[in-house]
Structure formats: structure tokens, C-alpha cells
């Protein structure tokens, strides 16, 4: 089960055949855990470097500043990796305080019913954001 | 940036082209993210109807039914899906305190060093259990 990744100090993600690494943003205070996306090489060492959360796109194939449209960008406290390094863990304050672009705090915001495969329930239906307005159309 | 899954009571959780999806375990009480594995079909529909964690091992190519080796189990006090479907999050209780294969409870135990983009500083050290006592070598 171990391999040499899980108790080194060296830091070296394991990035998928596509380059992506999968990365989880958590509120660093309430720890609510606020979207999954994916970084390749380039988004994760400019988080590193900058202190603010840069994904990758896959539907777009390019770099997503997170925030350059809404303004909702994340500061990123910290950025931990988890045993195998196939996975990093941001902790973040979330600017606007939603992360979703529903305009709700958090992408998680049904669960399934208890008993159910089919149905979902809502959980947050609270918008801090109008996504009409913050995303507009490009066409 | 909207589709039609975003606002559904429908569950129709999306597999990847290698028919899995993300799943991350959050401790029900604390918040720690314990883990973040795999599921297919098969895996998920058994967590949901049983309310303990089974995941898919790539590595092993077939469900991995979480605690099966170990004894620690998780039982699943909700599963969450996010806003594009692609992700479900397990809150759970872990049975023995530890999720991770190297014996501590989590599988984030390290962090980047502030600047660093090479070293990373462990932030936690604690095994709750023997990983080569737990995980017998078939050999």
C-alpha cells in the first residue's frame, strides 16, 4: 500500500495523463468546503507563487483565475497534499463569500435523500450573487 | 456557464470516460477532509444503500470497501453532490479515527512551506495504527 510519495518532504504532484491535478478548495475558517476543480503544472505554481487560486478550465482549456469575472477570487492560506500527491487541498478565504457560480457559498449545496438514488434535496438556496449579472454573455 | 443539472432534484451523478467519479470523505464533526478516492456506479449505489463507504481502486481495479483490511470503516451520514455533478462529498464518521493507509487520520498531513514550491512540513505525525501490522503483505 505505501509507496515513497507519502512520507517524503518533497513536494512532487502527481499530475494524470491530461496534466490536471484535482484540487479542493476549503474555507479556511469554517472549513465548509467550498468547489473541486483541476490545476495543471502551470495553475498550481501560480497559485504558490501569487497567494491567489488559479484552476484550469477543461470545457474553456486554459487558465481560470478564479475571480476574474465575479471578483469573488480565493487567498489562498494554505496548500496541502495528500498521501499519494494526486490531490491538493487549498485553505481559503473566499472573497464575496461565494465560490459557486450559482452565487451560492458553496458547490455542494444538495445531498441525497436518505433512502434515495434518485432524489436530491436542497440544502442552501441562499444566492450571495445574481449569476445573470456577474457572468454575461459573450456571444 | 449554467446547465440544466445545476438546479435538478434529479441525482444523475456524471462518471468520467473511465466510468468513475471524485468522491471526498469529510468527517461529519470536525470538518477535516479525510480522503478523496474513486467511485463507480457499483460503489456508489452501495454506499448509498448500505450508508458505509465503498469506493474503486484503481490500482486494484475493483471495489475497495473502505475498512474491509483495516477495520476502519466509515458510515456515511450524508452524501452531497456538487453543482455540475461530477463530484460527491461522503460526510462520515470514522470508525478507529484514522482514514489514511499510512495510519493517520487524515491523508493531508502535509503542507507546502510558505514560498516553497519544493518542500513540504508535516503537520501531522500521530498513527493511530500500524500500517505494516494493519496491511498484512499477500505475498
Not at 13 to 38: C, H, K, S, W
Not at 80 to 107: F, M, P, S
Request: hydrophobic letters at 35%; proline letters at 1%; one cysteine or more.
Amino acid at each position: 500500500m505505501s509507496s515513497a510519495c507519502d512520507e517524503t518532504s518533497y513536494f512532487t504532484p502527481r499530475f494524470n495523463e491530461a496534466g490536471l491535478i484535482t484540487a479542493i478548495a476549503q474555507d479556511a475558517e469554517t472549513r465548509e468546503i467550498l468547489m473541486v476543480a483541476y490545476m495543471n503544472e502551470e495553475a498550481l505554481r501560480e497559485t504558490a507563487r501569487t497567494g491567489r487560486a488559479v484552476y484550469y478550465s477543461r470545457s474553456r482549456q486554459k487558465l481560470w483565475r478564479k475571480g476574474e469575472e465575479s471578483g469573488n477570487y480565493q487567498e489562498v492560506r494554505e496548500i496541502r497534499i495528500d498521501c499519494d500527491q494526486d490531490c491538493v487541498l487549498l485553505l481559503v478565504e473566499q472573497k464575496g463569500g461565494a465560490a459557486c457560480h450559482t452565487g451560492r457559498k458553496a458547490c455542494f449545496y444538495r445531498r441525497l435523500k436518505s433512502g434515495s438514488m434518485e432524489e436530491l434535496e436542497f440544502i442552501d438556496q441562499t444566492r450571495l450573487f445574481d449569476p445573470a449579472a456577474v457572468y454575461k454573455k459573450k456571444t
